[in-house]
């Protein structure tokens, strides 16, 4: 069975802090690792995609990696408009969808 | 483009009541799904459908309806609201293959 895992659950950071998020997954055949960020009473909004193990992509101050289990998605200098649910998803489950970890809460402090 | 809309953003329902939940898409996608996402589980799949006049069961089907008669729209259907059913519903699309999904605003449902 498909499945993924985030940690940590929660992460309160000093604005210029950096640290990183993890997303450890299990799947037959990984077809993809997608991370999305998502904003208190919105919707998930798509950041990133990896297919293999050793790539990295980059956007402002985010950057995600991914290894053959896990994927990380390292914070470089936060402000607080990075404050958000980051959520890690790979295909499986059932037709074209996704199976979702539950999130990471990031709160970056002023 | 508005993307992905859906209607209602809030709804409070009664135990035993139906409702409707409407997504409407105006990117032309295929791929159609409903997700309902509670604390501490993550997305989990309801429904989804593959185009018009095709729909198929997720994970958490039960107690849920749809259908799919055009390619932009795919109302989700409450057949009798148990307070389990409580929780936020995405509505997400894409196109045929592995893409990146875009999602509604997302409907806070809550039943008493």
């Known amino acids: 069975e498909d499945q993924v895992t985030q940690s940590p659950e929660a992460l309160r950071l000093q604005e210029g802090e950096s640290s990183s998020l993890n997303c450890s997954y299990t799947v037959s055949g990984l077809r993809g690792l997608f991370w999305y960020r998502q904003d208190p009473g919105k919707g998930p909004e798509f950041l990133f995609t990896l297919y293999s193990a050793g790539e990295e992509k980059e956007k402002e101050r985010l950057k995600a990696t991914l290894t053959k289990k896990e994927s990380f998605l390292h914070i470089t200098a936060p402000k607080p408009e990075d404050s958000a649910t980051y959520l890690c998803?790979?295909?499986?489950?059932?037709?074209?969808?996704?199976?979702f970890g539950p999130g990471t809460r990031l709160s970056v402090l002023p | 483009n508005a993307g992905v809309t859906q209607t209602p953003k809030f709804q409070v329902l009664k135990t035993g009541q139906s409702m409707t939940l409407q997504c409407a898409q105006d990117?032309?996608?295929?791929?159609m799904s409903w997700y309902r996402q509670d604390p501490g589980m993550g997305l989990r799949l309801i429904h989804y459908s593959v185009g018009a006049g095709i729909t198929d069961q997720g994970e958490v089907p039960n107690g849920y309806n749809v259908s799919r008669s055009t390619t932009e729209d795919f109302p989700l259907r409450l057949l009798s609201a148990a307070p389990s059913q409580t929780s936020v519903y995405f509505c997400?699309?894409?196109?045929?293959?592995?893409?990146?999904?875009?999602f509604g605003q997302g409907t806070r449902l809550t039943v008493v």
């Open positions: 997400a699309s894409n196109p045929l293959g592995v893409t990146e999904a875009f």
């Open positions: 998803a790979v295909p499986g489950g059932y037709g074209q969808n996704f199976v």
């Open positions: 990117m032309n996608h295929e791929y």
